[in-house]
């Protein structure tokens, strides 16, 4: 039985020095992974602050024509931006002050769960005032975001409620 040890731990170490070039092999293949994940799509940041306007767009006539539901929904698909921004763009000067949405933002939660309109509006205001601010702070001051006026530019959704 001894024997037999001994004859094991012999061939296991054998075998471990069989492959002298193991490390460039797998430093190969870190590269090549490497390589491909630098050509990975990801998301640009106007891309995701064209994301960011159509929610707020799509979030104003939501709480307009109280339909809470999809409000709720615009909200988190709000949130959920912010978090992609942090998590692909997150070296940019931009996305530092992308945190100064947060307070419109959880009023704005807070007006659609009381399902109150005044609120709402005054919140929403607070959330484009904030948009504005981070603009003018990244001079991107020429980009203005407004209230928006009149119909829906979304002529294939129904923003109003389920009855």
Request: proline share 5%; glycine share 4%; net charge neutral.
């Amino acid at each position: 039985m001894k024997n037999l040890f001994l004859f094991l731990l012999v061939f296991g170490l054998f075998s471990c020095n069989n492959h002298p070039n193991k490390m460039a092999v797998l430093q190969s293949r870190i590269d090549s992974l490497e390589t491909k994940l630098s050509e990975v799509y990801k998301p640009g940041f106007g891309e995701m602050m064209n994301s960011i306007q159509s929610h707020h767009l799509k979030l104003w006539y939501a709480g307009k024509n109280k339909n809470w539901k999809l409000a709720e929904f615009e909200i988190k698909e709000l949130n959920e931006v912010v978090e992609n921004i942090e998590k692909f763009q997150g070296k940019r000067k931009e996305t530092e002050l992308i945190s100064m949405m947060n307070p419109a933002l959880d009023s704005l939660k807070m007006a659609i769960n009381k399902k109150d309109d005044d609120l709402f509006v005054n919140s929403y205001t607070g959330l484009t005032n904030s948009c504005n601010s981070c603009h003018k702070l990244t001079d991107f001051e020429f980009n203005i975001v407004k209230l928006p006026e009149g119909e829906p530019p979304f002529p294939n959704q129904n923003f109003k409620p389920i009855k």
